[in-house]
């Protein structure tokens, strides 16, 4: 039997209240594979902490009632002259529709000084401005998925070898934003 990819099972139990649907705006042209697959890095990081996501292009946008909307618009630094230099993205809780921005640019040059998959990083940056919208504003901690910063080192350990990660604690605030 063929392997399954993850998260496929999951949309199978999915919970319309721990489901974040992500729609994507992408202003840079990244490569559909890319988007996808850094999309199922994401969804395997909130798969850890039973949250599933769904995303358009995905044939994955079937959740039985109403998901956690939120807009992810891939852009670059041209797009956005407000930041400059080495910012990976952003989040915004807006009332209507929160939104997240990812550097795309960045994230790629980020990821080729590493030598990580671009789409490797591109998906714990997703996941990391997920947690932003639904950690509240104090959600930067000094270890793991949500340090402010990465450096060379977070990169390559936490990012490449797989240790980042939403703590329990993350996980149960999470779940509790969604519910
Ligand atoms: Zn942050």
Not at 87 to 110: K, M, W
Request: proline share 6%; hydrophobic share 45%; aromatic share 6%.
């Amino acid at each position: 039997m063929a392997a399954m990819v993850l998260p496929v099972r999951a949309t199978e139990r999915v919970q319309a209240s721990r489901a974040i649907a992500v729609r994507v705006i992408d202003l840079v042209g990244a490569p559909l594979t890319i988007r996808r697959r850094a999309l199922e890095q994401a969804a395997r990081l909130f798969a850890r902490v039973d949250v599933t996501i769904v995303w358009d292009n995905s044939n994955r946008l079937t959740v039985p009632s109403k998901p956690f909307v939120v807009d992810l618009t891939l852009l670059d630094h041209g797009n956005d002259p407000l930041t400059t230099g080495r910012v990976l993205g952003s989040a915004t809780p807006l009332p209507s529709v929160p939104a997240i921005s990812v550097f795309y640019r960045d994230v790629q040059e980020l990821a080729q000084t590493c030598g990580v998959p671009s789409e490797v990083l591109f998906g714990f940056v997703i996941a990391h401005e997920l947690g932003h919208l639904l950690l509240g504003p104090h959600a930067h901690t000094g270890l793991g998925l949500m340090r402010p910063v990465w450096t060379r080192a977070d990169v390559v350990n936490g990012v490449a070898q797989g240790q980042f990660r939403f703590s329990a604690a993350e996980g149960e605030r999470i779940r509790r934003r969604l519910h």
